[in-house]
């Protein structure tokens, strides 16, 4: 009678990653983190679950509840979610402990987000986030750090020249929405969709926007997306806002007042871009590192001023194999509502996210980051079963001098061995049978410099006359390895 | 008009983990990591949901399909879940990428794995593991380095005299249930009812598991489990090899061997254990560390042979007060028939997986690790808020000599500041006004040294008289800072 067999499939959107990517990241986050830590972060890790209510709707592009969200009920009833970002569950968590914690926290978390959106090249529904975050400051030198952070963590990660940090402020473009007659809460969520057709100006152009402001917008596919129904004139304002940057800040900011005349959140958030300038001029970041863009308004609805954009501005080819910017690889913002949706007291909070996948990608691309297959371990090959047990001597005296090493557990001869080791990429095989164990030797092959000759020799007695192969004695064994793996520095 | 609120609530049976703790399990995540890499083991990581049809039943405790796991429909309307652990997801993996792989394969993952079960004090529903498994070899060497591995592991952690590893085989008692009469696949359930009824000895003592492998057992709550139907001769003789321990390994393998005279299965149960003797010996684990006791199963549905259970013997006092020994820390087994639900290709594998956090809560109890919040940076004060740019070159100044710091960015005064700090648990403060400017000096106080003194005082003359508080020159400010630091080891 056949098993029925099941598939084995990966869950949609998904991936693995395997020893090779997973050791660059893991080197990529801790040089991230010891800059969070030297900047006063600490570390805090939120379950990976939060009840949907404290999560909150913020997720951009998701107009339904529970849309974009992996979301179930529990055995209590309850609707519980994964999270979707870092910044909810630490709103919820502060929350919940404000007053255990210092006045200021400052905390960073590093772990797996999901959303159930449409995956794509490089776009996956478990994706990694490295964020930190300053709760309870409303002091724009908390923006303007956020700024000096990402700058520091770019340039340690080997990016010094590569990255644009663009900032605007949510506030003016609610001043701009003030001058042309649109309420930020009437609850028809009109501002949102302004919001969100901005934050498409990227990907579809100020033509593309346009569209998303007044009627509505087919794509490609056929998809309608509903429009904001602004007028003609209301848009042209919107256009001008979009187009008001420039190469100095200060000429970013000048421009901005003008179109924001006459509101009081417009003007407060000019204000504030002003007193970024200053600081970010004397912590030294130049408006070729930290440009004022007024078309930057990110897509999470939590954000409440001072919004940030990490660019990475080398050119990558893409999956159509075009030539194009590698683009955003970090974001954030000021979030002073967040808070409030679980306590009176209102706290002001700031913080960015980094991308990890994104980011490690373009270590990759940069160079500055390697995606390779690690070096294995020893192999102690086994010519002989009966001996076994000196087989394992061998093996675990390697292992008490600190070499990585295995014993080869399979039960095929030497050739599939020799395969083996390769496969795994072995940089040296310990070899030895009755005629060794009779003189007290092994024999050792450097792997990496046999690799070549070693093709199509399919017995020992051949191999013995290979120059990579050399025959030291037993007690010798662990320094002779030592010096091979020296010599690949590994 | 008061808008509802959302209450803080963190999901059932999940927990936050704060910076002290964290740091304390990274340390410890990196020391075992390190074993494993040592022992040629490489890291994989999987994503946290797959498909349920590839996670397969194997929970303890759940009879009932989706029981105990967390599942939900994706868009394309399939089952996927948060993994209930590490195995299931890794026979996946190799069955999709097999011909990628190294005929033996190993490899290791650490990562929260995710269970709906009942909550209580130190069971959470997200849980951490680091599991370490060796796929595609059937030799019992495999499974002795499985025990060679835990132990290196527990010591290098310092625990090197607290641990006992018990090794049964499930083959020994398919053997028992072939004498008498009970078939494994026979459709009705009982092998696994049974499994679980020995699986419980530990908590249930021998008289319960004795009810559970008869008519059934309720608890003191009132909840009653159905049993397995056994005769009393039958029931007998289970408990004849739930007896069957001894102290040496050898005795152990004598008496199983009488039990299960006549059943083909048992007899190659007892023998693999005997050949596990054999390798353990010349590993050189005696049976003081290793030792062999009929009644290890594991609750997992999925193992087949070679089974493990690593518990710790020092004593702790519960949270009831009492005093028992710690328990178990780590378990696995080998498991030759997962891999057969996706593959017509028979593949065997072995390993075992430590609970993250389990172990870590030993390591505080026994005071080989520390769960204390760790010291904070260094805080640049704001004396004068027009000064701004000049305290945050302070702190660029500090930060770039690689000393952990950060500006206040509050709006308090001095006295909340010095609380903050204390708070905080900063090792030392700066302080600067326009006297320090116009002298070129900085204050510098040691908060350690100052904690006590401190209290009570409100100004920041009072402060200045307080021996912890040295003025230096502005350009001595970092090497000064060391100073203090090296003496708190910091």
């Known amino acids: 009678m056949e098993e029925k067999k099941v598939a084995a499939r990966i869950a949609r959107g998904c991936r693995g990653i395997a020893a090779g990517e997973l050791m660059a990241r893991e080197a990529m986050i801790a040089k991230i983190s010891a800059i969070y ?72 978390a590093i772990g797996p987000v999901w959303r159930m959106e449409k995956p794509g090249p490089g776009r996956f529904r478990e994706f990694y986030q490295c964020d930190f975050d300053t709760v309870g400051s409303a002091s724009p030198a908390a923006d303007a750090e956020v700024c000096t952070i990402l700058a520091t963590a770019f340039s340690a990660l080997g990016l010094e020249n590569d990255f644009l940090i663009s900032v605007s402020n949510r506030k003016i473009l609610s001043g701009i929405l003030e001058t042309i007659g649109i309420k930020e809460d009437d609850g028809s969520g009109r501002h949102l969709t302004i919001l969100r057709a901005i934050d498409k100006l990227d990907r579809l152009g100020l033509s593309g926007v346009r569209l998303l402001l007044g009627p509505g917008r087919k794509d490609e596919s056929g998809d309608f997306t509903a429009g904001a129904h602004l007028d003609e004139s209301q848009i042209e ?196 049978g009755s005629d060794e164990f009779a003189a007290g030797t092994v024999s050792i092959k450097d792997m990496y410099l046999g690799t070549e000759l070693a093709k199509g020799i399919s017995s020992r007695e051949e191999w013995r006359e290979q120059p990579a192969q050399v025959t030291v004695a037993r007690s010798d064994m662990a320094a002779e390895i030592k010096k091979i793996l020296q010599r690949y520095e590994i």
Chains 1, 2 share one sequence.
């Open 237 to 432: 304002q919107i256009c001008s806002f979009l187009s008001a940057g420039a190469e100095s800040r200060q000429e970013v900011c000048a421009n901005l007042e003008k179109l924001v005349e006459g509101s009081a959140i417009g003007l407060e958030g000019v204000a504030e871009l002003r007193q970024m300038d200053a600081l970010l001029e004397s912590a030294g970041l130049s408006s070729r590192v930290v440009r004022f863009d007024p078309a930057i308004v990110r897509g999470l609805a939590y954000y409440t001023g001072i919004v940030y954009e990490a660019t990475l501005t080398f050119e990558i080819t893409d999956e159509k194999g075009e030539k194009r910017q590698f683009g955003a690889v970090a974001g954030g913002g000021r979030y002073d509502g967040l808070l409030s949706r679980f306590t009176k007291e209102r706290v002001p909070a700031t913080g960015a996210s980094i991308g990890i996948d994104r980011l490690l990608s373009a270590l990759i691309a940069k160079g500055v980051a390697k995606n390779e297959p690690p070096a294995g371990p020893v192999l102690v090959t086994v010519m002989d079963k009966e001996a076994l047990p000196e087989y394992q001597k061998m093996v675990a005296e390697l292992r008490s001098s600190g070499i990585r090493s295995e014993l080869y557990l399979g039960t095929s001869g030497f050739r599939a061995q020799m395969k083996y080791a390769d496969k795994r990429r072995s940089p040296a095989i310990i070899v030895a």
């Open 37 to 108: 830590r030297l900047y006063g972060f600490e570390p805090l890790m939120t379950p990976s679950m939060e009840y949907v209510d404290a999560l909150g709707k913020n997720l951009p592009e998701q107009s339904t509840p529970m849309a974009g969200i992996f979301a179930l009920k529990d055995d209590d009833d309850e609707w519980i979610a994964l999270r979707y970002d870092m910044t909810a569950p630490l709103a919820r968590y502060v929350a919940q402990n404000r007053q255990n914690l210092p006045a200021i926290f400052r905390r960073y």
